[in-house]
């Protein structure tokens, strides 16, 4: 038998601010970090699960914190029993009555838990010899719907009602895992849009995104609205009349402003809306959605579990659906997302960049793809072009298109030298913050 | 110049566990526990700043590291600065866009933000020789607006709303000070219902509650509906036919369940239904308000943030509102939450409990009574007289009634015996969990 034998964490911090790659309204200085983990066993086939939460800065010790309280639910367990059932391994971490009250299902102990769950399945992953996209793809319906924590749900999505979804997207899995292979998985991108940047390199990077393949811009929005107008106005320029131009208010906006600012800038004609308030804010993205229709609201990057996503979807709220790969409680929940999306007939397109996110959440549209919702129509995955030369099987993305990984594994392991070079110290944490 | 010393945390929990003390549906063995702050200043006037984060076992020590977290952003800081601005001092550590990132605004990292909130308020009172509900019913309306963070709430209440509210209730302010030190604020019990208690000592529990002249108990249901029928006609039988008797249920149901439960249970004349689902569904918890009508709904201990509230009074979800003092950030969030419920007319019977959470909430009821709400109609806070021992300035509760504290602060204080006896160590946090 052999047995989970170490968890090692580490803080991991990218200076991102230095170059205001990655500013918008209300993050105007990330530097991109990752509270990561690995776990080694004594199988003696040199394989290790890689899983980590990105942050954008001070708190990555938070959250590394959590990652390393997790250890004595692992530290000795034996890994096929945990690894042969992942939806009771993932729900007793994420049910541990004692943990739970940390957020319920939340916040910085919830994520910890979502990355220690993208471990376990990188080393499953591994161990099967399959990149995860397609080692998920190759599980029965029943399978699948094992892995799901269907509380809370059964209003919405009942794990009957799973089975079907799953099971009428059975036929055709072949043919859409070799189309896959073929064309791969559509890429939008967000590189030109950030609030940091120049009109001169907007323009440029616009340009440059169309002539690149890409079927989307994104833009940043929220600070100023004339600067907004302004930068819209060169965009649409750039782009051209059809081009999809999606807006990113990063959660900036009342409900009375959102409604206003995105009144303002639908001239424009944006592909949709994304975080105009509160990630919490149900009820309030309902209302926005009602009043600024046919604009379609996208959320999700901070929805923080399945629970949101049901309600934002049973409130018609979003026209699309955000997932993302390290904010709720790891591979498990996000097939609950996937699920629920395709119940609603929502698409899915997930949010994409920071670190190592592009890598990881690809695994998941591809999933959704070959296996739940069965169709690439309306659907795109952030591509942000940062940080990918720290891992080991970088994101592939050309012609405007994600390409199917073929490495086994989840996608979350960041080369050796990578993390040394990165690791942050305790003694930086405590500095003073002149904020 | 007065500045900021040292930001003290200790990891601390009871092992409560051991006697079922605390046993619920979701919760079935907790131990309470404290994440604990001292703020420390070089003012020379012996001074300090006590507050903690309830938890109730695992996880304390990452609750207690984003406590720690946060001493950059105090550390060296001028104290009259913080202490005077209380708003912008509370919008800075909630506002910070690195640590947002980590939330936002809910779970481990709120958690700890509220606690720093709560202890600068514990020195403000200190250092004004009063007891914190009087120092904040001693604030003009104007100041108290100043405190909220209005951020995501202006399409439900705005500035000049809440400045509406505290003037409507200026008037009288120093009657209904002297009457809450005449005659205490209601309180009810917790203490007969707990799952682990045997039918007999259920009995026993409930009769001494209504002899100790508290005005309603409460049962935890959910686990086992036939046990629940039992011991809700034990409870009615010990406590007679008009006695309150609210029911618990700890986020145990998902919709349809929850509806079919509390209608076998209806016949029982619950006075409110708690928790029935996740705090996270605001629809769903519409959704049984509804099927369920004229039984009320209630829930708020797990209601991450304000947010959360003003979705519940939007979607008429709940018909009893209940704070929390450590799981929101702090006394400004919760003076946020006391506004919505005025706002809407929905009474406000905080969570208590757990350790120090009657010591600290008092003082926003009574708060509430001399300058919000200006009534304890329909009012009540649980009590649950376990582990107040522990507090410099522990609860008194009489013929059910909370008498309003006198002491100088914020009731937030921990006796350094105690404090000291339940130190938890690294040691003991990385044993295997057997769970």
């Not at 692992?74 to 690894?83: C, N, P, Y």
């Not at 099967?128 to 924590?149: F, I, N, T």
């Not at 790891?330 to 670190?355: K, M, T």
Request: with cysteine; charged share 20%; net charge negative.
């Amino acid at each position: 038998m052999a047995v989970i034998t170490a968890v090692d964490t580490v803080d991991i911090r990218f200076p991102t601010s230095l170059s205001l790659d990655g500013s918008d309204a209300m993050n105007p200085d990330p530097d991109y970090s990752a509270a990561y983990l690995v776990l080694r066993t004594d199988a003696g086939d040199d394989l290790e699960g890689h899983g980590f939460v990105f942050t954008i800065g001070r708190g990555n010790d938070v959250q590394t914190a959590a990652l390393h309280a997790l250890r004595p639910y692992l530290i000795g367990q034996d890994v096929d029993a945990l690894l042969g059932d992942m939806g009771a391994t993932s729900r007793r971490l994420v049910g541990d009555s004692q943990l739970r009250w940390l957020g319920p299902e939340k916040g910085v102990m919830h994520m910890a838990i979502g990355a220690v769950v993208n471990a376990l399945w990188d080393l499953r992953a591994k161990r099967a010899g399959q990149p995860l996209w397609l080692h998920l793809s190759s599980l029965s319906p029943e399978e699948l719907v094992s892995l799901v924590d269907f509380r809370y749900l059964t209003d919405a999505l009942t794990p009957d009602q799973a089975l079907q979804i799953l099971r009428d997207a059975e036929p055709g899995r072949a043919e859409r895992i070799a189309r896959l292979r073929e064309v791969g998985y559509p890429a939008y991108t967000t590189t030109p849009g950030w609030l940091g940047y120049s009109d001169e390199k907007l323009a440029r990077l616009c340009r440059e995104a169309v002539a690149d393949g890409f079927g989307q811009i994104k833009l940043k929005v929220g600070a100023d609205l004339d600067d907004d107008i302004r930068r819209m106005r060169i965009a649409r320029e750039c782009v051209g009349e059809h081009f999809p131009i999606a807006i990113d208010a990063n959660q900036r906006w009342d409900v009375p402003d959102a409604v206003a600012w995105v009144q303002a800038l639908a001239g424009f004609d944006p592909a949709w809306v994304e975080e105009p308030t509160s990630p919490d804010d149900v009820l309030g993205h309902a209302a926005i959605a009602r009043q600024v229709a046919p604009v379609r609201i996208a959320t999700g990057e901070h929805a923080q579990n399945r629970v949101i996503f049901k309600q934002l979807l049973q409130a018609e709220a979003i026209g699309v659906m955000q997932i993302d790969a390290t904010r709720v409680g790891g591979v498990n929940e996000n097939i609950a997302n996937l699920l629920l999306a395709a119940r609603f007939g929502v698409p899915v397109c997930p949010h994409a960049g920071g670190v190592g996110l592009c890598e990881v959440v690809q695994h998941l549209s591809m999933f959704d793809f070959v296996a739940v919702s069965g169709t690439m129509e309306g659907r795109c995955i952030e591509f942000v072009d940062h940080l990918h030369e720290h891992f080991v099987t970088p994101t592939v993305v050309t012609a405007g298109r994600y390409r199917a990984p073929e490495a086994a594994g989840a996608g979350t392991q960041m080369l050796p030298g990578s993390i040394a070079a990165y690791t942050w110290t305790a003694q930086q944490t405590d500095q003073k913050v002149d904020a």
